[in-house]
């Protein structure tokens, strides 16, 4: 990490775990961090479109405060790191971040009103586009904290996964999005299916941030996950579809995804079991009978088919790996007939914990997700193959 805080246009700002240890060895201090943030959304942001709000005065307090607690001696875990929390709200599940040393820098771009499609983002300066190419939506509902971490204003933000929320602008803006356990961190989504998540640009970031959540007061922790993380020298046994056995996926997404798995297993990161392909049936009607649109007795039968076979699978394999999307970015105009939630959202019915790590670029030079299952409570094994995949396929803008 350089000596001070990366400039506005900085095309590689450092990562969340590097400005973290340069503000507890007192290299930098936490309120110049934050200015260069302020700064950087000051000058993109009204192009990009992520932010709803920008909390300036407040984060120059905030910032102060970690300064006078790195000085008193706290270990903080996330010290100066600024963060984007979805919705005017966000910080309402950011307690346990600002208590590691986090400081809010502004509200993340969410959709807006007037139209029921959500993977597209209204902030304060219009609509939230793509970091890549800005005829094109980042995807959402997490739509300016995706954008506004792909651009390097903010190396951390804030997200909601209820069907995809979290793993869809990842992988459409080329960064990593977590979708922990359905359950194992507090939500206000009384149907079940949404989970807190986050957006990061480095997989050790993502790992930092699902550190201190998971081990706050209340919490279960991260025990479960570490007895399941791989011991080093194995490759996780795989499996990869495409497509689930349901979902009409684009064949140049696909190959993107499967071209990201190959490099894995040419790592030793990856083994890929044989075998049938997976099939699971289509949760589009349950999942939207639980939300209230549909017939409620759809719920259960598919809830019951998909987690038996999902539950076969976890038996002989560590992680199921597809594309995030079935698709590449829409424009604003919006998604046409195609769901973009069909790879993601049967693991908010099923409550399996998903990552959605970079793959590559597609044809239209817009990033593609590389999306990972694996079975409840093992998160560590999803946050070890994406650093993974970052180390053999370094995702370089």
């Known amino acids: 990490m350089t000596a001070g805080p990366a400039t506005a246009l900085d095309p590689a700002p450092p990562s969340a775990v590097e400005i973290a240890a340069a503000v507890r060895e007192g ?8 200015a260069g943030a302020l700064e950087r959304i000051r000058l993109v942001d ?16 905030r910032a102060r405060e970690v300064d006078a607690r790195v000085a008193g001696g706290e270990p903080l875990p996330l010290a100066g790191v600024p963060v984007g929390v979805k919705g005017r709200h966000g910080t309402r599940a950011a307690g ?4 590691a040393g986090c400081v809010p820098v502004g509200a993340t771009a969410v959709p807006g009103p007037g139209t029921p499609w959500r993977t597209w ?4 300066h219009g609509r939230t586009v793509n970091p890549w190419r800005a005829d094109r939506t980042p995807g959402g509902s997490s739509a300016g904290a995706a954008a506004a971490v792909a651009a390097g204003l903010v190396p951390l933000a804030t997200g909601g996964d209820g069907a995809g929320s979290v793993r869809i602008p990842a992988a459409w803006c080329g960064i990593v999005g977590l979708k922990p356990t359905n359950g194992r961190l507090p939500s206000a989504d009384r149907t079940g ?18 550190r201190v959540m998971s081990a706050s007061p209340g919490r279960p922790g991260d025990r479960a996950a570490d007895v399941h993380a791989p011991s080093p020298g194995r490759p996780f046994r795989a499996v990869f579809s495409p497509d689930l056995g349901f979902a009409d996926t684009d064949p140049g997404v696909a190959a993107v995804a499967r071209g990201a798995v190959e490099r894995l297993v040419a790592a030793g990161v ?25 017939d409620p007795d759809a ?32 424009g604003h105009e919006g998604p046409g007939d195609r769901y973009s939630t069909a790879l993601t959202w049967a693991f908010n019915l099923s409550g399996h914990p ?7 670029l597609g044809e239209d030079g817009c990033p593609v997700g590389l999306q990972a299952v694996a079975a409840h409570g093992r998160e560590a094994s999803l946050l070890a193959v994406a650093r993974a995949a970052e180390e053999e396929a370094p995702w370089r803008r």
């Open 27 to 34: 290299r930098v201090r936490a309120v110049d961090v934050a």
């Open 46 to 61: 009204p192009s990009l479109g992520a932010f709803l709000e920008v909390w300036e005065d407040a984060a120059h307090a």
């Open 96 to 99: 346990a971040l600002v208590d």
């Open 121 to 124: 983002g209204l902030g304060a």
């Open 193 to 210: 299916l949404a989970a807190p998540g986050v957006l990061a640009r480095h997989a050790a970031d993502a790992e930092a941030w699902w």
């Open 270 to 294: 990856v083994r890929l079991l044989p075998g049938a392909p997976l099939r699971l049936d289509d949760p589009a009607p349950a999942w939207l009978a639980l939300r209230g649109i549909g």
């Open 299 to 330: 719920v259960a039968p598919a809830r019951s088919v998909n987690d038996r076979r999902l539950a076969r699978l976890f038996d002989r394999a560590d992680l199921l790996l597809t594309p995030a999307t079935p698709d590449p970015p829409h």
């Open 354 to 360: 998903a990552i959605s790590i970079p793959a590559g």
